[in-house]
T-cell receptor, first 110, second 113 residues
Framework: AQRVTQPEKLLSVFKGAPVELKCNYS??????LFWYVQYSRQRLQLLLR??SRESIKGFTADLNKGETSFHLKKPFAQEEDSAMYYC????????????FGRGTSLIVHP | KAGVTQTPRYLIKTRGQQVTLSCSPI?????VSWYQQTPGQGLQFLFE???????NKGNFPGRFSGRQFSNSRSEMNVSTLELGDSALYLC????????????FGSGTQLSVL
């Protein structure tokens, strides 16, 4: 069965500090992994996908198949990064059964 | 381009009733997927529709059903409502596949009394 674990419900940092939001997954096949973000009073939106290998708003995430992790990182947190972050996994191909983590609330203090 | 529109924003129903939620995807998007979000279970996938056909389904009872129309608009129906169905129901659309970039609606907050 697919499973996504975000071990931290809340992560609190100061502006300028590095941020790492953890995501571990369990999946027997070849997964597709995503990070979604929800800013206050806004809709849930895609932040990045592992296959894109891009950096969005300074965030990056590397898929580590050995450790089954997809941690989200940013070297210098900004106050506007404060939001709820969800890690998600889906099977590849046409069978799309996504599994979301419970989310991590990131608070960046000034 | 207008975003994903969900109606209504709020619903209050009583146990045993049924409810229909509506989702209008972004123009040109053909895949519509539905999710249930609760504090206890988090965000869970209900089903996905493409070209008026249910393409994928999550692990929810048959009381939860949906359909998609030829213009890609989708509806979700929950019959015989239970207290545990109280949740935020989110709809998302994408061009072809639900594991592409998803665009989410604001959701419908359903309260079952």
């Amino acid at each position: 069965a697919q499973r996504v674990t975000q071990p931290e419900k809340l992560l609190s940092v100061f502006k300028g500090a590095p941020v790492e939001l953890k995501c571990n997954y369990s999946y027997s096949g070849s997964p597709e992994l995503f990070w979604y973000v929800q800013y206050s009073r806004q809709r849930l939106q895609l932040l990045l996908r592992h296959i894109s290998r891009e950096s969005i708003k300074g965030f990056t995430a590397d898929l580590n198949k050995g450790e089954t992790s997809f941690h989200l990182k940013k070297p210098f947190a900004q106050e506007e990064d404060s939001a709820m972050y969800y890690c998600a996994l889906s099977s590849s191909g046409g069978s799309y059964i996504p599994t979301f983590g419970r989310g991590t609330s990131l608070i960046v203090h000034p | 381009k207008a975003g994903v529109t969900q109606t209504p924003r709020y619903l209050i129903k009583t146990r045993g009733q049924q409810v229909t939620l509506s989702c209008s995807p972004i123009s040109g998007h053909r895949s519509v997927s539905w999710y249930q979000q609760t504090p206890g279970q988090g965000l869970q996938f209900l089903f996905e529709y493409f070209s008026e056909t249910q393409r994928n389904k999550g692990n929810f009872p048959g009381r939860f059903s949906g359909r998609q129309f030829s213009n890609s608009r989708s509806e979700m129906n929950v019959s015989t409502l239970e207290l545990g169905d109280s949740a935020l129901y989110l709809c998302a659309s994408s061009l072809e596949w639900a594991n592409e970039k998803l665009f989410f609606g604001s959701g419908t907050q359903l309260s079952v009394l």
